[in-house]
């Protein structure tokens, strides 16, 4: 997946979690951060990374998401990982 094309997807992440009234308050008592912080970060990719990544902790959220933005339910995770922070870990 392009970058762009994670971002996007990471936006509409955003922007649902945001009108989300019961998920919002969760995701931001986890990060410590404020509505306000939502807007000011919405498009910095390492914010934009660590939405996709609350997002992808739950099925039911996934597809939530995903249903309500008309992606497959294998985009969240595939954008999450075209962003920063996924570099891979070589365990030998």
């Known amino acids: 997946m392009q970058h762009q094309e994670a971002e996007i997807i990471a936006l509409k992440a955003l922007a649902w979690l945001a009108e ?3 998920l919002c308050p969760i995701f931001l008592g986890a990060t410590g951060g404020s509505t306000d912080e939502m807007h000011a970060r919405a498009t ?3 914010f934009q990374a660590s939405v996709l990544e609350f997002i992808t902790m739950d099925d039911a959220w996934i597809i939530a998401f ?4 008309d992606l497959g ?6 954008a999450r990982y075209a962003l920063p922070g ?3 870990t070589e365990w030998t």
């Open 20 to 22: 989300n009234e019961e």
């Open 44 to 46: 910095d990719s390492a």
């Open 66 to 69: 995903c249903d309500s933005a």
């Open 73 to 78: 339910y294998d985009k969240p995770l595939r």
């Open 86 to 88: 996924t570099e891979q």
